[in-house]
T-cell receptor, first 116, second 113 residues
Framework: NAGVTQTPKFRVLKTGQSMTLLCAQD?????MYWYRQDPGMGLRLIHY???????AKGEVPDGYNVSRLKKQNFLLGLESAAPSQTSVYFC???????????????FGQGTRLTVV | DQQVKQNSPSLSVQEGRISILNCDYT??????FLWYKKYPAEGPTFLIS?????DKNEDGRFTVFLNKSAKHLSLHIVPSQPGDSAVYFC????????????FGQGTELSVKP
């Protein structure tokens, strides 16, 4: 019973490098999300998806791209990493919109990314 | 502009006493609210939620109160236990944008034995 799995768990990048964070869920959830957590800022939504093949911008989308080619996977890409993208990234998924019973969002354990 | 605010970064409570965590929001369109709990090195986990048509929701030791006119919600934990020590985030969304959870900054609760 894996739930939401994020890969990798830790990464150090040099400024300008690119990378992709992978999120996989095995709960057949329609909705998937990427958040970043910074000290004093809580969790901020980067991008989200309401189904396979769909993506939408969240609160802080600049500098990131996403893709949802398969229902179970949601990829977050950084094309040219910047020190401001140093953060802890969380992926989450939910069965449907988080507005009712049994539609809570389940989170992965996070990816700690440092850009130097 | 922070739409959901938790103005207390930390709270310390004695075991057995009540813990009250507060959250304010500015967007009057929010109509569904949630609390998440987060331990270090783990992802947040869902704790309790409330719809704007209610003013109270209870689940065991946890109760969430919603005051729509004040745009304020609070989480009460009674009695508090050391295992409740964690960071608590409140979050808000709208029914027509249920995919977009907006989180507060979090409050770190420490329950001392």
């Amino acid at each position: 019973n894996a739930g939401v799995t994020q890969t990798p768990k830790f990464r150090v990048l040099k400024t300008g490098q690119s990378m992709t964070l992978l999120c996989a869920q095995d709960m057949n959830h329609e909705y998937m999300y990427w958040y970043r957590q910074d000290p004093g800022m809580g969790l901020r939504l980067i991008h989200y998806s309401v189904g396979e093949g769909t993506t939408a911008k969240g609160e802080v989308p600049d500098g990131y791209n996403v893709s949802r080619l398969k229902k179970q996977n949601f990829l977050l890409g950084l094309e040219s990493a910047a020190p401001s993208q140093t953060s802890v990234y969380f992926c989450a998924s939910s069965y449907s919109a988080v507005t009712g019973g049994n539609t809570e969002a389940f989170f992965g354990q996070g990816t700690r990314l440092t850009v130097v | 502009d922070q739409q959901v605010k938790q103005n207390s970064p930390s709270l310390s409570v004695q075991e057995g006493r009540i813990s009250i965590l507060n959250c304010d929001y500015t967007n009057s369109m929010f109509d569904y609210f949630l609390w998440y709990k987060k331990y270090p090195a783990e992802g947040p986990t869902f704790l309790i939620s409330i719809s704007s048509i209610k003013d109270k929701n209870e689940d065991g030791r946890f109760t969430v109160f919603l005051n729509k006119s004040a745009k304020h919600l609070s989480l009460h934990i009674v009695p508090s236990q050391p295992g409740d020590s964690a960071v608590y985030f409140c979050a808000a969304t709208t029914y027509n944008q249920g995919g977009k959870l907006i989180f507060g900054q979090g409050t770190e609760l420490s329950v001392k034995p």
